[in-house]
C-alpha cells in the first residue's frame, strides 16, 4: 500500500508540476476507446509527454476512470498528438472513437472514498457530445433515424434535431450488436449484399421456397427483408451504404413470408438447429384486418419452448404492431 500511495504522489508531482496551457480539442486523431472502455494516450508539458493508461470502473456514483499506474512512463518529445492538462487535472477528450462514433468530453480528477489510494477521473456528463463517424459510410448523413441533425434527407422539410435513437447512450450501454445473432423473418435477405454480407452467418439461413441456405429473394424491385436487415445490421465504416444499429451483429434470414406455413414458422422461431442459437427474432410483419386472429396451438408451444433458448434465458421477440386497421369501412360502422 506505502508502495502504491508514494507512486501516485510521484504521478500527481509530475502532473501538477508547473502551470501548462489547457488546450482546447487541438488534437486531430481519435483515441480509440476499447470494448473495455480503457483509454490509452499521453499528456504534454513542457515538451515532455507522459504516455498512461485509464482503465474504466463504474459504481453508483458515475462513470470513473482509473489510471494504470504500471503504465505510467515518460515518451520522447513529439512522439505523438498529446493532451494538456490543466492544474485541476482535468483531462479534456476531445476525441475518443467508440461504436464509430466520435465523443468529446472532460474528464474531472476527482477522488474515489473506495480507493484513497488510486488516482481516478470522472467523466462530466454536461460535457459529453458525440458525432458520427460519416466519412465512411457515404450515406450515414441521411439516416436520421440514428443521428437527427435537422436534414432533408430528400424531402421538401427538414426534420427535428435530436429527434432519433439517441445512439451516443451506446457508449454506457457498450453496446455495438457484437456478439448477438438477429434472426430476420421475412420475405427474405438479400446474402450477397455488401453492406450485409459480412454480418451474414454463412450456410445458417433458410429459403424455405426452394429449400436451401440462400433466402434472398427474387423480386426486382426491393424486399422488405433485406431493408430490415439493413436497419438492423448494415455494416459500418466499410465504405458503402449506410449503417445499422447494431453494426457488428450477425444475421440470419428466414423467408417465412414467401412460405407461409406453421412448420416454416416455427423451425424459423427457434423450433430448428439453424434458429436455436439465435438472441433476437425479428418479425417486421402483420395482417390485414379487422379482427383478432388467435394463434395457432403449434405457434403457442413455440413460444412456451422458447424459454429454453439463449441457455435458459429465453428468446427475444421483436414484433411490429401487425399492419390492419390501415382504414375503416364508415358505410359498415354507421350503418
Known amino acids: 500500500m506505502k508502495r502504491n500511495i508514494l507512486k501516485a504522489i510521484l504521478i500527481l508531482t509530475v502532473m501538477l508540476a ?144 435530436g429527434e432519433d435513437l439517441r445512439m451516443t447512450q451506446a457508449l454506457t450501454d457498450k453496446l455495438s450488436g457484437l456478439g448477438v445473432i438477429m434472426a430476420v423473418l421475412d420475405t427474405g435477405l438479400e446474402i450477397a449484399h455488401e453492406d450485409l454480407s459480412g454480418n451474414v452467418i454463412p450456410n445458417c439461413s433458410d429459403n424455405y421456397v426452394n429449400q436451401t441456405t440462400d433466402p434472398t429473394s427474387t423480386a426486382t424491385k426491393g424486399d422488405h427483408g433485406t431493408s430490415v436487415s439493413g436497419i438492423t445490421a448494415a455494416m459500418s465504416m466499410n465504405g458503402k451504404g449506410g449503417r445499422g444499429v447494431a453494426p457488428r451483429s450477425s444475421l440470419k434470414g428466414f423467408n417465412v413470408l414467401a412460405a407461409q406455413t406453421d412448420s ?54 421483436v414484433k411490429s404492431a401487425g399492419n390492419g386497421f390501415e382504414y375503416i369501412n364508415i358505410a359498415l360502422v354507421s350503418g
Open 18 to 161: 508547473g502551470n501548462p496551457v489547457y488546450s482546447a480539442c487541438n488534437n486531430s486523431s481519435c483515441i480509440p476507446l476499447g470494448n473495455d472502455l480503457s483509454m490509452k494516450f499521453c499528456l504534454e508539458y513542457q515538451a515532455v509527454q507522459y504516455e498512461f493508461k485509464l482503465n474504466y470502473i463504474q459504481d453508483s456514483s458515475g462513470f470513473f476512470w482509473k489510471m494504470d499506474t504500471s503504465t505510467f512512463k515518460q515518451i520522447q518529445s513529439g512522439a505523438g498528438s498529446c493532451i494538456y492538462v490543466d492544474n485541476d487535472l482535468a483531462i479534456k477528450i476531445c476525441c475518443a472513437n467508440y461504436l464509430d462514433y466520435n465523443y468529446s468530453f472532460t474528464l474531472n480528477y476527482t477522488p474515489y472514498p473506495q480507493d484513497p489510494a488510486g488516482l481516478y477521473w470522472k467523466m462530466d456528463t454536461a460535457t459529453f457530445i458525440a458525432t458520427p463517424v460519416a466519412v465512411d459510410d457515404p450515406l450515414f448523413p441521411f439516416q436520421w433515424h440514428l443521428h437527427n441533425t435537422g436534414q432533408t434527407t430528400f424531402s421538401k422539410s427538414a426534420g427535428t434535431p
Open 264 to 317: 416454416s414458422f416455427i423451425e424459423s422461431m427457434g423450433g430448428n438447429p439453424r434458429s436455436q442459437n439465435v438472441d433476437v427474432f425479428n418479425m417486421s410483419y402483420g395482417s390485414s384486418g379487422f379482427f383478432y386472429n388467435d394463434l395457432s396451438s403449434s405457434l403457442k408451444d413455440i413460444y412456451d419452448s422458447s424459454v429454453a433458448l439463449r441457455g435458459g434465458k429465453g428468446g427475444i421477440y
